[in-house]
């Protein structure tokens, strides 16, 4: 398995943004397609988005759609998440995540994903 670290989280106004950055660890992480998942208190954890092996291909859940982009550099063994226009309802501890599946259908599955980070807080205020 793959070890995830992720950076960036904090305090922003609303429609501010803010950068997630994941750091894998291990040299085979361009086999891993990458998700980024959030959750916030009292509720399940939710998709926001993914990205495969490549990085040609990208899922978001509709909800970030527009304002969010995911992104990986193989070379950095790094994942990011750049967060524009955030709003207080994406107030959230943001967790990634790694899989090998190449089900792409079910990404927005967090069962699908066998490797996560420990998380980071982001907190938007109106």
């Known amino acids: 398995q793959v070890q995830l670290v992720e950076s960036g989280g904090g305090l922003v106004q609303a429609g501010g943004s803010l950068r997630l950055s994941c750091a894998a660890s291990?040299?085979?992480?361009?086999?891993?397609?990458m998700g980024w998942f959030r959750q916030a208190p009292g509720k399940e954890r939710e998709f926001v988005a993914a990205i495969n092996w490549s990085g040609a291909s990208t899922y978001y859940a509709d909800s970030v759609k527009g304002r969010f982009i995911i992104s990986r550099d193989n070379a950095k063994n790094t994942v990011y998440l750049q967060m524009n226009s955030l709003k207080p309802e994406d107030t959230a501890v943001y967790y990634c995540?790694?899989?090998?599946?190449?089900?792409?259908?079910?990404?927005?599955?967090?069962?699908?994903?066998?490797?996560w980070g420990q998380g980071t807080q982001v907190t938007v205020s109106s």
């Open positions: 995540a790694a899989t090998v599946s190449r089900r792409t259908l079910e990404y927005s599955d967090p069962r699908l994903f066998g490797s």
């Open positions: 291990g040299r085979t992480f361009s086999s891993y397609a």
